[in-house]
């Protein structure tokens, strides 16, 4: 085999062998495959597309390109991954709800990405946080406290890890096939027994369009199954954030207000209930349909809190975050009010603007090298069809200093749009894919 002949495969959309797409991984993984040889063969993915089964060789392929966790847990290895959109901390609740109804739900996140925000960098908002464990303390806080959050090691599905740059600087970031492989090749090697995926749609999403997204969803539910994980996946709408708030220690207060019962977050909670019951009801851990009533109960109870504290402090967290989180989280100096120039109703804004308008903030990297300001961001966001007087607050702008707060808040109100009559409804779930 030689990487030139498997490009030459793909171009004329033949299907390589799986053995032929293990060579391609293995290279990738070692440096045996140039740059140039990467970006070709993404380009050929791209161009000219994968049958079913090659995607899930290539997937495998990239699974196996590293090490693969392996669990003897009494209970079922269950995860969650997100498209990614704004103002959306589900994880920082599904996964300490899911471990109080007996599952085990060791979750690999990942950073801020352009405008959305990153689960890494919410939960390092905790002072002492340490989200980059290694795999022995990984497996330990897992299989003790029954979840854990955090980053991939640089182990774990390498073959990808490479691509995934090349990617990035040749154009094909955009491949419903690589985007399938990429995601999956690491949540298949974190020995998962069941997976839900929540693919996101409109302005504030990475895909827009909700057609783009169902086909994402499709492709990867029947590629995951294909190869040996149970999986199913929602459609959810993010023409508004999940929360009423965007950035990282703002969001935390929100997840400590959902899991302590002091705040409700409707929209967060219809989601994370449809999520975590679908993972039930599909790992047997709960009769079917009775799943959301599960993971509501876990979190009513307090049970979910207590995981999620006893995550923290493993992890390096304040043992007292749970009872003194407001205190311990880090507040911005300036909070500004922005306010509606006009009655009416809230009909529309643009979650892609409100997301960098928090990165120039400070709340999230304009270069990989850039250190986040925790205490950034926007809270109190109105959500869409409310009633507005002229003067009323739309949202708060937490900023470090009034200049920066004057330009998001300039940058924001573009993006706002105000009429006389209300928008149609719209629930967060919209559709589901199995």
Known sequence: MD??????????????????????AKGLANGDVSDAQAGAFAMAVRLCGLTDQSRVDLTLAMRDSGDRLHWDLQGPILDKHSTGGIGDAVSLVLAPALAACGAFVPMISGRGLGHTGGTLDKLEAISGVDT?????????????????????????????QRLYAV????????????????????????????????????????????????????????????????????????????????????EIRAVMECLSGSKNHPRMMELVEVLGGQLLEGAQLTAVNN???????????????LRFSRMLIAMGGPVDFAENWDQILPSAPIVMPLVAEQSGYLVGLNGTELGFSVVELGGGRQLPEDVIDPSVGLSDLLPLGAKLNKGDALLKIHASNEADAR????????????????????????????
């Not at 990487?3 to 391609?24: C, G, H, M, Y």
């Not at 795999?135 to 990808?160: K, M, Q, T, W, Y």
């Not at 995601?183 to 929540?198: M, S």
């Not at 599960?294 to 307090?302: R, V």
């Open 167 to 250: 990617r990035d600087v040749t154009a094909t970031v955009d491949s419903i096939d690589l985007i399938t492989s990429s995601i999956l090749a690491k949540k298949l090697a974190a020995g998962l027994d069941g997976l839900v995926l929540d693919v996101k749609f409109g302005s504030g999403a990475v895909l827009q369009e909700i057609q783009a997204a169902r086909a994402l969803a499709q492709t990867m539910v029947d590629t995951a199954n294909l190869a040996g994980c149970k999986t199913t996946a929602i459609l959810s709408d993010m023409n508004q954030p999940v929360l009423n708030c965007i950035g990282n220690a703002v």
């Open 3 to 24: 990487t030139r002949s498997i490009i030459e495969l793909v171009k004329t959309k033949q299907n390589p062998t799986r053995d032929e797409f293990a060579w391609i």
């Open 407 to 434: 330009t998001a808040a300039k940058r924001i109100m573009a993006t706002i749009s105000i009429a006389d009559e209300p928008p149609a409804d719209t629930a967060i779930v919209v559709e589901r894919i199995s």
């Open 291 to 305: 799943g959301r009533q599960a993971i509501a109960k876990a979190i009513s109870s307090g049970d979910a809190l």
């Open 132 to 160: 980059n464990q290694s795999g022995e303390a990984f497996r330990s806080i897992v299989s003790v406290v029954g979840c854990a959050i955090v980053s991939a090691s640089s182990d774990l599905a390498p073959a990808d």
